[in-house]
Nanobody, 125 residues
Framework: HVQLVESGGGSVLAGGSLRLSCAAS????????MGWFRQAPGKEREGVAT???????NYADSVKGRFTISKDNAENTLYLQMNSLKPEDTAMYYC????????????????????WGQGTQVTVS
């Protein structure tokens, strides 16, 4: 069965950097969309960045130019490099995945994603 396990969260000062990792296992879809969503207390879960099996990426406007999503196919690991962090980036960050199924892979539409990790907390002060 599909398992997504995030790591790399923590506390950092504004302007700092963190790199999140998501180890994926049991995922056998040849064409897929993977990404990161985040949820702050009292807010809806929102898309941050996605990447598909061809390497095409998509970012939320709020993180463009600061965050970079990437994947290591050999290690079955998804990454999110976060630079120039702001207090408003504080949230629980979730790794997610779904089959591509002919739909575009974009950082929105949380209900389209069927697989989720347990989340990793990022706190920026």
């Amino acid at each position: 069965h599909v398992q997504l396990v995030e790591s790399g969260g923590g506390s950092v000062l504004a302007g700092g950097s963190l790199r999140l990792s998501c180890a994926a296992s049991g995922y056998t879809y040849r064409r897929y969309c993977m990404g990161w969503f985040r949820q702050a207390p009292g807010k809806e879960r929102e898309g941050v960045a996605t990447i598909d099996s061809d390497g095409y990426t998509n970012y939320a406007d709020s993180v463009k130019g600061r965050f970079t999503i990437s994947k290591d196919n050999a290690e079955n690991t998804l990454y999110l490099q976060m630079n120039s962090l702001k207090p408003e980036d504080t949230a629980m960050y979730y790794c997610t995945a779904r089959p591509l199924n002919g739909r575009e892979c974009v950082a929105r539409g949380r209900y389209e994603f069927g697989y989720w990790g347990q989340g990793t907390q990022v706190t920026v002060s």
